[in-house]
Nanobody, 121 residues
Framework: QVQLVESGGGLVQAGGSLRLSCAAS????????MGWYRQAPGKQRDLVAT???????NYEDSVKGRFTISRDNAKNTVYLQMNSLKPEDTAVYYC???????????????WGQGTQVTVSS
């Protein structure tokens, strides 16, 4: 089995910063794309940012220039540095990873349990 465990959420004032972490553990042969998604109350889960194993990144337009995604392949961990936070960034943030569990297995999609980020105005 594969587990993704997130940490780093919390309450912050507008303009502040938070850093989210997500560590993958369990039966892992390799990890491809890792990413962060968020879901606000009453809304669908949306992409925030992704990063490939080689370090190529992609961001949703509203977070460009404010959020930075990075990863440590040796630790199977992905990070999301969030600066200049706005009230509209308030949501539950979920990490996601495309994991190959063995050399012969296919790729599966795994999700973390989510961490709450609340930005007050």
């Amino acid at each position: 089995q594969v587990q993704l465990v997130e940490s780093g959420g919390g309450l912050v004032q507008a303009g502040g910063s938070l850093r989210l972490s997500c560590a993958a553990s369990g039966s892992i042969y390799s990890i491809g794309v890792m990413g962060w998604y968020r879901q606000a109350p009453g809304k669908q889960r949306d992409l925030v940012a992704t990063i490939t194993s080689g370090g190529s990144t992609n961001y949703e337009d509203s977070v460009k220039g404010r959020f930075t995604i990075s990863r440590d392949n040796a630790k199977n961990t992905v990070y999301l540095q969030m600066n200049s936070l706005k009230p509209e960034d308030t949501a539950v943030y979920y990490c996601n990873a495309m994991v190959r569990r063995t050399i012969i297995s296919g790729v599966g999609t795994y999700w973390g349990q989510g961490t709450q980020v609340t930005v007050s105005s």
